[in-house]
């Protein structure tokens, strides 16, 4: 089984920054595709961020320009740096990672942290 654990999530001023991070543990044979997502109350959950195994990342418009993911595969994990927070960007932060854990295609898997909660406040 895999287990994805994020920390980072706090309350921060408008303006502030925070870095996320979300570490994979279990029987992994490798990972593919690793991304950020946010809920909030009565909302869709809603890609944030999301980087490819070659390093392509994509950006939710809505943070272009603000935050920045990476990845660390040598750590299974993975990263969002959040600058210039606003209160719109207040939310359960969600990671997931695509996990292969056993021979063949059909060991692939999506697994989802439990989420860290992001409040940007005055």
């Known amino acids: 089984q895999v287990q994805l654990l994020e920390s980072g999530g706090d309350l921060v001023q408008p303006g502030g920054s925070l870095r996320l991070s979300c570490a994979a543990s279990?029987?992994?044979?490798?990972?593919?595709?690793m991304g950020w997502y946010r809920q909030t109350p009565g909302k869709e959950r809603e890609q944030v961020a999301a980087v490819t195994t070659d390093g392509v990342t994509r950006y939710a418009e809505s943070v272009k320009d603000r935050f920045i993911i990476s990845r660390d595969d040598n750590r299974n994990s993975v990263y969002l740096q959040m600058n210039n927070l606003n209160p719109e960007d207040t939310a359960v932060y969600y990671c997931?990672?695509?996990?292969?854990?056993?021979?063949?295609?059909?060991?692939?898997?999506?697994?989802w942290g439990l989420g860290t909660q992001v409040t940007v406040s005055s």
């Open positions: 279990g029987s992994i044979k490798s990972i593919g595709f």
């Open positions: 997931t990672m695509r996990c292969r854990t056993g021979p063949g295609w059909g060991s692939w898997s999506d697994y």
